[in-house]
């Protein structure tokens, strides 16, 4: 009888354990690093977006919309449905804190669910409740950013309202949301606003409006929305649309976008007070929470 059988067993299964372990290791890292990479390209692609970026168009709009609205003075900044908090850099003296929804599924009214937050974000500072409200006390806030986040929310009502309570009399709120744009549910997606309908809920909550603005608009929206159609929509390239969407598609991305800034510069940001820009991608607004006499 060989002795060292058992020995030899032994090791054998003590090395496919390593290895399994070795192998989970890496592939953990892998996704981590991928995590991580993800991150990262969201936060350039908001703060330095550039021509040839698939959001380039929308993207580079709302950021000259968000570095018109920023400040340096040390104010309490908060983020409301931060995300990635791309934008945190352009308040350098602020206190910046964060809100964001919780790590696992959770529902309010048992017919909505709120999504998940993003594993590879960095967890916030402060947890959304599942009814759309954040665990601190009322007149916390200078500032209040929430970018891209109230077409998201099961209830904006209940967001903007918070918004009001956790601002400081004299506090302000710089909200930008969609106005035409494709869905893009993360994973929920559930509505769109005309520039009177944002100004109406925003009222309604008692906040007062300083200024709105329409971004991305007219061409430069209808550019957009090409840019959508000619990379997803799909056609044989027999008939003669699928022909001319095919030869579109060797058209490069950079080219399209630096088309439309030299074209169409004027209608990156425009006030919602100037007629015939009907069409528009996004909108911003400055509201404020008026001062207690």
């Not at 549910?185 to 769109?192: F, I, L």
């Not at 929470?289 to 006499?293: D, H, K, L, N």
């Given at each position: 009888?060989?002795?060292?059988?058992?020995?030899?067993?032994?090791?054998?299964?003590?090395?496919?354990?390593?290895?399994?372990?070795?192998?989970?290791?890496?592939?953990?890292?892998?996704?981590?690093k991928?995590?991580?990479?993800?991150?990262?390209?969201?936060?350039?692609?908001?703060?330095?977006?550039?021509?040839?970026?698939?959001?380039?168009?929308?993207?580079?709009?709302?950021?000259?919309?968000?570095?018109?609205?920023?400040?340096?003075?040390?104010?309490?900044?908060?983020d409301?449905?931060?995300?990635?908090?791309?934008?945190?850099?352009?308040?350098?003296?602020?206190?910046?804190?964060?809100?964001?929804?919780?790590?696992?599924?959770?529902?309010?009214?048992?017919?909505?669910?709120?999504?998940?937050?993003?594993?590879?974000?960095?967890?916030?500072?402060?947890?959304?409740?599942?009814d759309?409200?954040?665990?601190?006390?009322?007149?916390?806030?200078?500032?209040?950013?929430?970018?891209?986040?109230?077409?998201?929310?099961?209830?904006?009502?209940?967001?903007?309202?918070?918004?009001?309570?956790?601002?400081?009399?004299?506090g302000?709120?710089?909200?930008?949301?969609h106005?035409?744009?494709?869905?893009h549910?993360?994973?929920?997606?559930?509505?769109?606003w005309?520039a009177?309908?944002?100004?109406?809920?925003?009222?309604?909550?008692?906040?007062?409006?300083?200024?709105?603005?329409?971004?991305?608009?007219?061409?430069?929206?209808?550019?957009?929305?090409?840019?959508?159609?000619?990379?997803?929509?799909?056609?044989?390239?027999?008939?003669?649309?699928?022909?001319?969407?095919?030869?579109?598609?060797?058209?490069?991305?950079?080219?399209?976008?630096?088309?439309?800034?030299?074209?169409?510069?004027?209608?990156?940001i425009?006030?919602?007070?100037?007629?015939?820009?009907?069409?528009?991608?996004?909108?911003?607004?400055?509201?404020q929470?008026?001062?207690?006499?």
């Open positions: 009888m060989n002795v060292n059988l058992p020995i030899m067993l032994m090791a054998s299964v003590v090395g496919e354990e390593i290895l399994g372990t070795n192998s989970s290791n890496a592939e953990k890292n892998s996704d981590e991928l995590e991580q990479t993800l991150v990262e390209r969201g936060i350039r692609e908001r703060l330095f977006p550039k021509p040839g970026d698939p959001l380039y168009l929308p993207l580079s709009d709302l950021l000259l919309a968000v570095r018109k609205a920023a400040t340096s003075e040390p104010v309490t900044v908060l409301y449905g931060a995300g990635l908090a791309p934008y945190r850099s352009l308040f350098p003296n602020s206190q910046y804190r964060t809100a964001d929804v919780a790590s696992t599924i959770t529902s309010f009214d048992g017919l909505i669910g709120t999504p998940a937050r993003n594993e590879g974000f960095a967890t916030p500072d402060y947890t959304i409740l599942p759309g409200r954040i665990p601190e006390g009322s007149n916390t806030f200078d500032y209040i950013l929430s970018t891209q986040v109230l077409e998201h929310v099961p209830n904006p009502e209940t967001h903007l309202l918070e918004c009001f309570r956790l601002l400081r009399p004299g302000k709120l710089f909200l930008t949301t106005g035409s744009y494709e869905d549910g993360s994973p929920y997606d559930y509505r769109r005309t009177e309908g944002l100004k109406y809920d925003l009222q309604k909550t008692g906040l007062h409006i300083l200024s709105m603005e329409k971004l991305t608009t007219g061409p430069r929206a209808i550019m957009w929305f090409l840019q959508i159609y000619i990379e997803t929509m799909g056609s044989s390239r027999k008939s003669l649309l699928g022909l001319i969407q095919w030869l579109c598609r060797a058209v490069p991305r950079r080219w399209i976008h630096m088309l439309a800034d030299r074209l169409y510069s004027d209608c990156r425009v006030s919602a007070d100037v007629s015939g820009h009907n069409i528009y991608l996004c909108l911003s607004t400055l509201a929470r008026p001062s207690e006499a």
